[in-house]
Structures are given as C-alpha cells and as structure tokens.
C-alpha cells in the first residue's frame, strides 16, 4: 500500500521489510503478559527506555521504518481532515458518542461537545468540568450519561480525589440533560458497586436502562469486596431521571468459593486477569444479544428481559488473551470481535517479541440457535506495523463500517494510530487502511495515542488521549457504500441495527 505524498507525511511501508526484522525486533521491547487498568488519573508519566532502545529508534526513524516524533503517516485511501486539539480540559481525552450534527468527547475532567456539521472544521459547543476517571459517555435523547471510576468525595462536578477507603467515598454513574447542547445540566448520580468503569445503554420508549461494568482492582475499597461477579443494572425515567436507581445486580459468574465462578487467573492461568467483574459490555438490542468482555473471561447473553440479563455462552483463551477488554459484533449477529487490552494500555505491545496474537483481537463465530449458541474462536486480528518501545499500543475501541454484505471495522490502536481492518472472513483478517502519528517520545514510554476510533455518517472520528479530536475521510470501494447509511445517534457499545 502506498501513502499520500503529505506536506506532513512521508512514505512508511505497510509491513517491515525482512532486512530489517533484526533492527525491529531488537528496538521494541516486551511486557509482562498480566493486565492493568486503562489509564489512571494522574498526568502522563514518561516511563525510561534503555540507550539501546532510544539509538534503536532514532536508527528506525532515520530510515524510515517509523515515523518521526509526532509525523503523521497513513494509507493512500485516508485524508486527515482536521484535528481540534485540547483545550479547558486537560485530562486523558477518552470515549466518543454521537446523536445528529454533534460529537460528545470524554474526558477524564469532564466532556466536551463538537458541532460536526463540517466535518473538516468541528467547533467546540459546549466544555464541562466534571473530573472523575474515566468519564465513559454516552448519549440517547435529551440525556448524556458519565462513568465515573475513581474515588471522590462526592457525587458533584466539584468533588475531590479522596482514599477509597474513605466512607464518604463516592463512585458511579452521572447523568446530564442536554436538550441544550450549549448548557448541559447535572440532574442525577447513581453510587454503585465499584464505580463505573464503562457503561451500555439498553434504550427504550419511556426507561434507558444502563449496564454499569466495574471490577474489582483491590478487595481493600469498601464497597468492592469480591465476589465482584456481576453487573449493576440502572432504571432511568426519561422524564423523571432524577429518579434513576439501580435495579439488579446479576451475577455473570456464579460460582463456590469467595471469588465467584470467573476465571481465576494466576497462578491457574498464568499471565490472565482474574475476572472479578466486566470491563465492557456491547449489546445488539435488536437481537436480544450481549457480548460481554469480561477481564478473563469473554461472555454471550440474552437481553430479553433487560432488567435480568441472562447468560448463553462463555469462553476463554488462556494462551494468548491477558485481560478481556471490549466486543463488537458483526451486522448478522453471527460473529463477535473481543478485544485483548494486554498491558492496560500503557506498554508497548506492538512488536515482534509479542508477535501477532497478544494484545489483539479475537474473531469468534457465534454458531447455532437460541440459548445453544455458542462462540467459536476463528482467529486473532493486529495492525501489521510495528510500533517502538516508546509507544503504547494494544487493541482498543472501534465500531463497525455498515456495508451490506462486508465485516468492515475501524479500531483505535493507541500509539498504534486507526486501522480500518475485513473480517468478513473470519480466518483471514486483513487490514485495508491505517492513520498515525510517530511516537511521543523517543526517550521514553509516553501514554497517549487514540482511545477511541468510530464510524460515523461518512466520516471516522477519533478521541487521541493526548492530541485531541481528529476527523478522517476514508475513500474506498471496499468501505463507500457506508456512506450512504446515516443515523440520528450513535452508541457504539449499543449496536443499531444499520440496515433495519
């Protein structure tokens, strides 16, 4: 594949050539296979690498195997249209939404809203100070939801930092109405169990139910003893939010013993994150089906009956997945793409010691009918560009390209920039497009690179945890006719139904 001859690009190839597998591999270091959680609070650390590595790198860069500090490079069949960088809020930029013109950016300090109605010039509508990792968003009508995940002295936007060992701690969900875009209003909170690491919406006429995933990182917080073996679910009126509370508590992994019935992790699976609870859960409500991603373990359930979720299928990979980060399903509901967030998204994973399995996606074949079905493992899924030992990079958030017929999905990567990838066979997955930037650093390890990567009415939008909002145009036969499917709102963790 070859690039745009880009004022700020220059050619970089698709693989690395086998004359210089040996520079690479020695340039770009491992990681240890156990998981961490997705980036903390604090303010991004540069983490030291060794002489060699940094000489290493420069040596890449000089001969074009990796892109310069900050040069943006990416596929022929990709134009970046703009980037809106940070501005009053300074945290880790995270999670994306959409509903009509606007996109609704995370923020580990708050939220920002976009006006996308030029895609090549977005214009901030509205910025709103709300700290408290990691600030997972979400939209549906008049109502914008937060997550919450860090430990706070309480449920207002001016709350501070405190101990989770504190009782006045408070962690959960957040909720605003938006029906003016320009003048968001705080209107409810909803404490539960372990914060809120992510959320899903389940949306219907008069109720949004929402699917808090939390887990449990340290059996010393209060209010997150294990088991921590299930999901809270919320009831949110949409004419009464106020009234917004927690309805159920199901549990995913019933089991004996004080840890529930999940993966057990190290030592019985060495290198795998014992599962005390869901990192993410993607649901296709017009199939009644959710895929759970569930730090060990990797579920299928019915959402008949939202309130009472109810589990179908369960599988893990004790080989090559550490810690089971987010799913996505295909348009036929017979497939779904888990996602394996080795190293927490801090460590560089993207290279030859970890090799194409670790630290990417599984592809599973959803086969058979009603509560028989059963997730099939087909084959894994990484970006086939090495990235340096200065640069985060692991599979991350990404949605579907709706074209009738194809398995097309954009994903973020981190420092590994956007990949547009076809899984439309499920054994033989192949990347048809890509965007990113060179490292942050070229002396250390900087977190940073893209959270989140979506299609969205023509257009990829992406949240970079560092840089800011980026727009991409991708032009290709494989991916225009999703041009011509356009939606009123998007969730990507609520899966429409594109063609209905």
């Known amino acids: 594949m070859t690039l745009l001859n880009h004022p700020?690009?220059?050619?970089?190839?698709?693989?690395?050539?086998?004359?210089?597998?040996?520079?690479?591999?020695?340039?770009?270091?491992?990681?240890?296979?156990?998981?961490?959680?997705?980036?903390g609070d604090g303010p991004t650390a540069e983490h030291q690498v060794s002489q060699e590595a940094r000489a290493r790198a420069a040596e890449a860069i000089a001969d074009g195997e990796l892109p310069g500090q900050d040069e943006i490079v990416h596929s022929d069949n990709i134009e970046h249209l703009a980037n809106i960088p940070k501005d009053v809020l300074p945290g880790t930029n995270s999670d994306l939404a959409f509903q009509g013109r606007y996109a609704f950016a995370g923020n580990y300090d708050g939220f920002r809203i976009f006006d996308i109605s030029d895609p090549r010039a977005p214009k901030t509508v509205a910025q709103v100070l709300c700290p408290g990792s990691q600030n997972d968003i979400s939209v549906s009508g008049d109502l914008l939801f937060l997550s919450t995940d860090s430990s706070r002295s309480d449920s207002s936007c001016n709350s501070t930092t405190q101990p989770a060992t504190e009782k006045s701690s408070w962690e959960g969900m957040k909720i605003f109405d938006i029906s003016d875009k320009r003048n968001p209003k705080y209107v409810a909170a909803v404490e539960t169990a372990c914060g809120s690491h992510t959320h899903t919406l389940v949306p219907e006429r008069r109720n949004v139910y929402v699917y808090v995933s939390s887990y449990s990182p340290n059996a010393a917080y209060p209010d997150c003893q294990p088991p921590h073996d299930g999901i809270s679910v919320i009831k949110v009126p949409r004419k009464a939010p106020e009234r917004a509370a927690v309805v159920n508590f199901p549990v995913l992994f019933p089991g004996e013993g004080p840890d529930g019935g999940g993966n057990p992790g190290s030592p019985t699976n060495p290198g795998v994150s014992k599962t005390t609870g869901c990192h993410d859960i993607t649901v296709l409500p017009e199939k009644d089906l959710a895929a759970g991603a569930c730090m060990g373990d990797g579920i299928l359930f019915s959402i008949e009956d939202p309130e009472n979720p109810r589990v179908i299928d369960r599988v893990q990979d004790n080989v090559n997945f550490a810690f089971w980060?987010?799913?996505?399903?295909?348009?036929?509901?017979?497939?779904?793409?888990?996602?394996?967030?080795?190293?927490g998204g801090g460590a560089a994973t993207c290279n030859a010691e970890i090799g194409p399995n670790r630290g990417a996606d599984g592809i599973y074949d959803i086969v058979g009918k009603g509560d028989k079905r059963k997730l099939v493992f087909r084959s894994y899924y990484k970006i086939p560009r090495y990235q340096a030992a200065t640069?985060?990079?692991?599979?991350?958030?990404?949605?579907?390209?709706?074209?009738?017929?194809?398995?097309?999905?954009?994903?973020?990567?981190?420092?590994?920039?956007?990949?547009?990838?076809?899984?439309?066979?499920?054994?033989?997955?192949?990347?048809i497009a890509y965007f990113e930037r060179g490292p942050l650093s070229t002396t250390g390890l900087v977190t940073g690179g893209v959270w989140s990567a979506y299609y969205y009415n023509g257009h990829i939008y992406a949240n970079d945890i560092v840089k800011g909002f980026d727009v991409l145009k991708i032009s290709d036969r494989r991916t225009d006719p999703a041009k011509r499917v356009r939606l009123d709102e998007l969730n990507v963790q609520t899966q429409p139904d594109y063609f209905d």
């Open 8 to 39: 700020r690009t220059r050619p970089r190839r698709l693989g690395v050539a086998a004359a210089c597998a040996g520079l690479l591999a020695a340039l770009l270091t491992a990681v240890p296979a156990a998981a961490t959680p997705d980036p």
């Open 325 to 343: 980060h987010s799913a996505t399903f295909n348009q036929k509901a017979n497939k779904v793409v888990f996602t394996d967030e080795l190293g």
């Open 391 to 431: 640069e985060n990079c692991v599979a991350h958030n990404g949605s579907l390209i709706p074209v009738k017929g194809k398995d097309l999905m954009v994903q973020a990567w981190y420092q590994g920039g956007v990949s547009v990838w076809d899984f439309t066979d499920s054994s033989n997955p192949k990347e």
